[in-house]
């Protein structure tokens, strides 16, 4: 029963239906979008909506059909960060670790996932939020958005959104953003690295729908590998990144893609890419 229940869920999200959740997911032409959907806390970080989002990972990453996930906001307010009703002292220190821990659950769920997650920034993204925009694989924003780590002004220290952070930007850019609380623009954001790229609000739509279907170009069994070597590569030495990267470069010409790529280029035509890891 409950497998069928799944079953129909997924037809709904892959024929577009959005389902009513803290976060909603609706999946058209290989893209899902995973929409933040809480204006009234400016779609802070709950622990709900957390095990939200990281649902809708989860359970479609694996979806044959999908080539990539946006993850985008509903108003103004990508992400305030945490719900800070959440991490009171009446709450304790079991509850504020099973917060946090789950905010590692939602970036590795991230990073992990077999297909690339473009976070579309339109507006603040502060604190958690940041982090999760300096999490994703890549970060699309209007030109008025804004980027902060303001929590030592409420007294906790934006210490797991500067681990994000740190690894985007250089170490001056990132101790300016957590020591002051200072936001930055959107276009500083660019020059730092936060972001991949930056245009004007009523373009924003356009600009990811053209990054997406880029990707959806390739072979989804291709940018798969890429993706998990790309992140596994980062926290080795170089000398061991590129004998491993050497050994990726021949397992990937064996796939049937890889194959397929290569005879197409020679042969002068549009590759037809099976998808198949």
């Not at 029963?1 to 976060?23: D, P, T």
């Not at 990707?215 to 170089?238: D, E, H, M, P």
């Amino acid at each position: 029963m409950l497998a069928r229940y799944g079953n129909f869920l997924k037809q709904l999200h892959c024929a577009g239906v959005s389902l009513r959740y803290l976060s909603t997911y609706t999946c058209k032409d290989g893209v899902g979008t995973i929409l933040l959907d809480n204006e009234k806390t400016r779609n802070s970080l709950s622990l709900e909506m957390m095990n939200s989002i990281q649902r809708n990972i989860v359970e479609n990453q694996h979806d044959t059909e999908l080539r990539c996930i946006v993850l985008a906001a509903k108003g103004r307010v990508f992400s305030a960060g945490h719900n800070l009703k959440e991490l009171t002292a009446e709450r304790g220190s079991e509850h504020h670790k099973q917060v946090f821990h789950k905010c590692s659950e939602l970036i590795s769920a991230i990073q992990s996932a077999p297909v690339p997650v473009i976070a579309k920034v339109d507006g603040l993204a502060a604190a958690a939020g940041c982090q999760l925009v300096a999490s994703c694989d890549m970060a699309v924003c209007s030109d008025s958005s804004t980027f902060s780590t303001p929590g030592a002004s409420f007294g906790i220290f934006c210490s797991t959104p500067g681990i994000a952070v740190v690894r985007a930007v250089p170490r001056m850019r990132a101790a300016y953003m957590l020591f002051t609380g200072l936001p930055i623009t959107a276009h500083e954001a660019l020059q730092a690295g936060l972001v991949s790229k930056v245009v004007p609000q009523e373009q924003l739509n356009e600009e990811v729908s053209n990054i997406c279907k880029a990707i959806a170009s390739k072979s989804r069994a291709v940018i798969t590998l890429g993706k998990t070597f790309f992140y596994k590569q980062i926290s080795i030495n170089v000398g061991a990144a590129y004998e491993l990267g050497e050994q990726i470069m021949v397992d990937n010409l064996a796939t049937v893609d890889g194959r397929e790529g290569i005879k197409s280029f020679v042969e002068k035509r549009s590759p037809k890419w099976t998808h198949r890891e």
